[in-house]
Nanobody, 116 residues
Framework: VQLQAYGGGLVQPGGYLTLTCVVS????????IGWFRQAPGKEPEGVSC????????FYADSVKARFTISRDNARNTMCLQMHNLKPEDTAVYYC??????????WGVGTLVTVSS
């Protein structure tokens, strides 16, 4: 199983980025999926996730109304659209997938830097 996040980079405050996670080795529609991030010197923070049946979507308070999560089970990809980025959004972003029985996978992260 592999999860690879792409799309990070340097962006100015107020800017936007879209992160994409390509998943291989599992059938994504059997998994809840999401993103977490870790800023330098800080604990990991859950950013957003979608339940297996898409019935529940979660956003951390810090990103509500600015970030949008989506999934494409047919293409085994997930995306995180990030708007109005702030310096405090600077972090390495990781995607993850969790099966109904608790088995979880996460992949190589992508660095997002928000700075002028």
């Amino acid at each position: 199983v592999q999860l690879q996040a792409y799309g990070g980079g340097l962006v100015q405050p107020g800017g936007y980025l879209t992160l994409t996670c390509v998943v291989s080795g599992l059938t994504m529609d059997h998994y809840a999926i999401g993103w977490f991030r870790q800023a330098p010197g800080k604990e990991p923070e859950g950013v957003s996730c979608i339940s297996i049946d898409d019935g529940m979507i979660f956003y951390a308070d810090s990103v509500k109304a600015r970030f949008t999560i989506s999934r494409d089970n047919a293409r085994n990809t997930m995306c995180l659209q990030m708007h109005n980025l702030k310096p405090e959004d600077t972090a390495v972003y990781y995607c993850w997938a969790r099966r109904w029985n608790g088995v979880e996978y996460w992949g190589v992260g992508t660095l997002v830097t928000v700075s002028s």
